[in-house]
DNA sequence: TCCTATTTGACTTTTCAACGGACAATATGG
DNA sequence: CCATATTGTCCGTTGAAAAGTCAAATAGGA
């Protein structure tokens, strides 16, 4: 139940069926694959002859290719059809406070090169430098990757609406920055940008999975230096007028709360970022205090190793970030019903430990009778969520559905 | 960007850029009327022929008609093209706890016959019998408004996901209670139901206005005996995975706050429903008390009125109120990050009272630069904006764009 | 080994709707 | 009266799905 507005809307053309079909059948290889252009015509409920018609568009295109040739109980063997993500990549970036993550990734974001990185530097021209040097390096050393159809980048802060500039990224220092041109202009090669928390989403719901798991509505909060959020609704990102909505990092737990760094008292944020967990730790604000070296002081990581082995203080202050996450994490199910939760960041690695007292804490705030069914899916470090939502955001686009009416 | 499912879509036919193009024509009609099929055809850059071929279906339909011919300044003078209201009508009931309300009104929600209303039946059974009778003698007493399309109902509470059942609505003590099936049995019309708040967006959503205005995601805050809220995202509601998204109402304002209905402590709706702003004014927690007599009690429209005539007690009541509205304002805004926020139910009375200080408690807590540019609009109960919700959910279908790929 | 049934993928004809252009009807201004 | 402009209709063309046909490939049974 969409309403159409009356000033943007898109009148359906002679090749929107077309069009439309097309990408319900890219999608279907790319879901299903190895598959026939019989199972294909039988999934969609067309005709065979449609089906080799764009399969064999997709096919002139290279963007599919035919396979060997699979087996059946009787007749004819079918023709197996791929993505073709032979000999080309792409590059995904996530730009955090204090190293920069680069990997490389195929068509459907597997990785291909293992993960580098490099300090950030915060001078941004002399980022965009060196970031543009980094990447010639390693699809040079790489050629056996093939050609890079574009540069996915993944940043800690808000993305204007247009994708281009840096609106603003605190950690970062970075305010108003002009970032896809510089960096298009210093490699030759197309840039996406998108917030990290919102990219984390996005490598989700473009993950290549077994298939049968249907898109639902989710919502993936990555607990970090800060708190990303990104929403997924209907198989799309949730963006908001001005691109930043999702900021539930910012969503209130404690009016009277903790001071944040964005201003305002008590935000989410401020109670579970690794900050807040280490502040706790420590028994002081260490926001307040002039940017801690980071070697002089314990991370989140040696913070909960030490909960681990265990460490009473250490413990006690993950139960409280625990406490606190689930807690936000109510206001979040209460806002926006997701089927799904996932989980990313350090803290992850604590999951163990603060299972129970998330669950526990976000049936608290959560309304009956649905809402407490919420699955809680955790997304460990390794598994790159950040870095795998940068190359999505090079190869989803041409998985999207079309835009029409 | 959005991603086709591959275990739900829908494959075009031969006939889906009729389908669409149909409704884009439809609305275009509906927003611009009167409106001819050249400047139609202008509008929608198609040739004059295929808009031709679709107004006439339209007008075959019964759905457009062909009024008065128009003026131009020079050549054949155009035949005006209008949606086709006459005969036909919707029938909206908002049920309250204390008193259901009905109103007739056209396909287009202009009401057509005046609000009346009668106390609400707790007991199901007997309130659809009752229901049922106002509405048939509604219809007879008023023949002159043709054939009735279908019945909306809202409610302060939650809806299933198909829409036959109320899931729980606390303030009439309904919990899982089927309503569709027998209310369609006993009036042989079509219903609809739909959560108040959400409702009060759609309304939003479908209000006939000069039709400049482009569709931009926004929000509906009812503040009332509880507290509603209806989220448009790209011209449709958000409903979530069990629809009972958007329950903003029971997002934290303080986890350490007073006790709400719904369990939780400190949600939005404990610090600014219509009872909470009465329980500040009278110094306890009316929440506590078995159901307070309505007539021995002052309202919140009393209390309204005490405060516009100079009582120092009310307006405190009111400015807490308009406080804890503003900040929690500030979360959904983050959360969101909508064009526009409607703000609905008997507060609004107060407005001169408490807007300045609902605008800067929500500046406290919305994120720079761009969240704090949202626009504020107030919505009067005179405008009865869940009425013409309960009215859109019979009316809008028809106009809703075609699911595609 | 031959025949039948089955399955795949290519191909042909039909149908639907947009596309492109032509045309009659209607009006204005010189 | 004529040139010009505008609206709405009509007709042939074209793109794509719909429906059906056919050859190729293969398995299994007689």
New binding site residues.
Partial sequence: MRRIDPNNFR????????????QIALNLIRARQPI???????SM??????V?????ELIEEGIIFEGA?????????????FVDTRLRCAVAVDIRPTRTYVMVTDLVGRPLVGVTSFPTERDPKVFVSELAAKIRRLLADHEEIGECAGIGIVVPGMVDRTGSRILFAPRLGWHDLPLLEPLQAATGLPVSIENSGRACALAKMWATRGGDDTTADFVFVSVSDGLGVGVVVKGELLRGQHNVAGEFGHIALSIEGPRCACGANGCWEAYVSNLATLSRYFGRNLADEPLPLESAMITIDDLIALAHSGDAKARAALQSTARYLGLGLGSVVNAVDPARIYIGGEITAAWDLIEVTVRSSLKERTLRPVGRRVEIVVVPASDYPRLKGAAALVSAPSFAAPVVA
Same sequence: chains 1, 2.
Avoid: W, Y
């Fill in positions: 009148v359906a053309t002679r090749d929107t069926p077309r069009q439309i079909n097309r026939s252009r019989a199972d294909l015509a039988r409920n067309v005709r065979r002859g449609a080799s018609l764009i399969v064999n040739t699979g087996e059946t109980s009787r007749g004819r063997k079918p023709k197996f059809l």
